[in-house]
């Protein structure tokens, strides 16, 4: 398939600007969009076959010259240039924002997807090759890009893999899920949520089936009550066990994992040229290796990772304080991926490409180009005014007494946070029409619940299982007896047909009942759902329950807003680190 076939006779085609150097095995970017060819690499004949030309005098001299475009025939020169080659060609447009763009949202990768091409092809395969996968098992989602919201796990291990790294100490550690992101991707793509997961929190580890080198399957055996990284490398755990424990902790399903070692930041980093970084004070931490001015920087390579990796250098120098610096280098270096700087330069896209796939390891879901490049073309799109990163509120463990070392979720303000997630509720404000619709739903929510409430001896509910987990229905009875005095509550079993979310349906004379029952569960207007007829003698309303319930006693509406003085930050604010 050639450029004019695709709408793109004007450009120089994606599949032509590299070629393989025989002598080095590695692609080399055609620089110059005329000239004559090199034996650098294959060149191409207008049948789309490879030949190999003898060496000539550019390459003798060492200088890399580059062939023409492919429209280019014997007598026929390009629009713009003179029959001889000698005049001057047209200068391009320069490219609009939006185009350059457009390559990115594709997937800095997306350019190798050109198979109609030999060199191209040899170019996807090469970077198919640098993809290490795991194999999840139903711990992740076998689509790309599964359909509504979606959450990918970004998981940052110490291992100390790679060269250079095994004199940060712990040289045989198996590695340790050490930084935690779960990245929520809204149904309607136009925004996302980063929320960080603190290493040192005390959490429960499920059961978790993993893959043995062998092709068997072994399960190792839950925990309770330990460390959120021990999810990760300990017992051989992989990073399933980490999504499995994940999903526990929130009642979040992670679809897919993204897993980066030492290496990745350092690669990554340099591959854009480096990331912005801003201090309100001078830094020099020889454990870390950190030296930096106050004021703004630029890190790459060691100093990158010395920067992620502090935690002597900022804030009470906790854990707590290093997420809301690598949150900062996040947000820096997706606002440098989506620079001109960056789209503008086939150099860096390429770097960036390769480095990518060389120091990341996914699940086996997303582990191919292909797949690869259907994610980037949804997460590409994603403005960074829209990406909130955010910290699960955690407060001291209390089992620890004065000696503060672990932290636990806070019992209010991380359930509301989760609750505000799984509703797929954005963190931040992203259309004016969206604010517009709150407003009208809290004024209806506002007069459904407002009225006479009837009391908890007085409520007569069916209890249905409509899509949570099982035994919901027969949990949700037990509370409402036991701890609520609804004692005209029943297990009705499972519903006809599952419902996307949690719906109690009541006659009009029995709205007090109603009212009562959503105070008890934390139930929006939403869930209410009245109808036209009055009840007869002693029949009951029906709660359906749906994948938004959790547990008893936690409330299932989500809230409009995020909880007050929980830690985040917009990825497009550039914030300096305190």
């Keep these: 398939m050639d450029a004019q076939s695709r709408g793109r006779a004007d450009e120089v085609d994606p599949a032509d600007q590299w070629v393989l150097n025989p ?9 110059n969009p005329s000239g004559t060819q090199s034996n ?10 490879v030949s190999t030309r003898k060496t000539d005098q550019s390459e003798r001299s060492g200088r890399r010259e580059v062939p023409g475009q492919r429209n280019r025939r014997a007598g026929k020169a390009p629009a713009g240039e003179s029959p001889d080659g000698q005049g001057r060609r047209k200068r391009k447009p320069k490219a609009t924002r939006k185009k350059k763009v457009l390559l990115w949202t594709g997937g800095v990768m997306g350019f190798v997807l050109v198979v109609g091409s030999g060199g191209a092809y040899w170019l996807y395969q090469h970077f198919n090759g640098n993809i290490n996968t795991v194999d999840v098992g139903d711990a992740g989602s076998k689509s790309s890009v599964p359909d509504g919201a979606f959450n990918i796990l970004v998981i940052g291990t110490d291992k100390r893999t790679g060269a250079g790294n095994a004199g940060y100490g712990d040289a045989g550690s198996e590695g340790h899920a050490d930084t935690n992101i779960l990245f929520h991707v809204s149904a309607d793509r136009t925004n996302a949520t980063a929320m960080s997961i603190p290493r040192d929190m005390i959490t429960d580890i499920p059961a978790c089936p993993t893959k043995q080198k062998d092709g068997t399957t072994k399960t190792v055996p839950g925990e309770k009550n330990v460390r959120f990284n021990t999810s990760l490398g300990q017992e051989g755990r992989d990073p399933g066990c980490t999504m499995r424990t994940v999903k526990k902790l929130t009642g979040l399903t992670v679809d897919h994992f993204m897993m980066a070692d030492f290496n990745a930041v350092k690669q990554l980093s340099t591959a854009v040229g480096g990331v912005k970084v801003c201090l309100e004070k001078p830094v020099n931490d020889p454990k870390s290796h950190l030296k930096l001015p106050a004021g ?17 250098s900022f804030g009470n120098e906790s854990d707590l304080d290093r ?11 997706i606002r440098q991926m989506k620079s001109d700087d960056t789209l503008g330069s086939p150099t860096k896209m390429y770097g960036l490409a390769d ?9 086996s879901g997303i582990g191919s180009i292909k797949k690869l490049t259907d994610l980037a073309q949804v997460l590409g799109k994603i403005d960074a005014k829209n990406i909130t990163f955010a910290t699960l509120p955690v407060i001291d463990n209390p089992a620890e007494g004065k000696h503060h070392v672990t932290v636990v979720p806070d019992p209010t303000k991380a359930d509301a946070l989760f609750a505000m997630m799984r509703a797929d509720t954005s963190l931040t404000e992203v259309k004016k029409k969206e604010a517009d619709a709150k407003s009208a739903a809290a004024a209806e929510e506002a007069a459904r619940l407002n009225g006479p ?17 099982a035994g919901s229905a027969g949990v949700m009875v037990t509370w409402l007896q036991n701890q609520q005095g609804v004692l005209k509550s029943s297990n009705g079993s499972n519903a006809p047909q599952k419902v996307p979310a949690t719906v109690l349906t009541y006659a009009p004379n029995q709205a007090d009942q109603a009212r009562k029952l959503a105070d008890l569960l934390g139930l929006g207007a939403a869930a209410l759902k009245p109808g036209t007829k009055d009840a007869v003698a002693k029949e009951p309303m029906v709660l359906t329950l749906g994948p938004d319930f959790k547990q008893a006693g936690s409330p299932i ?5 995020a909880p ?9 604010k550039s914030v300096c680190a305190k």
């Design 323 to 333: 997420i809301k610096q690598q949150q900062q280098f996040i947000g820096s270096m």
């Design 296 to 312: 703004q920087s630029v890190v790459k390579g060691e100093q990158a990772l010395a920067f992620v990796r502090t935690r002597h």
């Design 557 to 561: 509406a989500a809230p409009a807003k």
């Design 453 to 469: 409430r009837a009391k908890s001896s007085d409520v007569r509910v069916t209890v249905l299982n409509g899509g949570a987990a």
């Design 23 to 31: 002598k080095t095995g590695t692609y080399e970017l055609r620089l």
């Design 40 to 49: 650098s690499g294959p060149s191409r004949s207008s049948t789309g076959r």
């Design 564 to 572: 007050e003085g929980i830690q985040k930050v917009e990825a497009d």
């Design 355 to 363: 480095a990518a796939t060389k120091a990341l390891t996914v699940d």
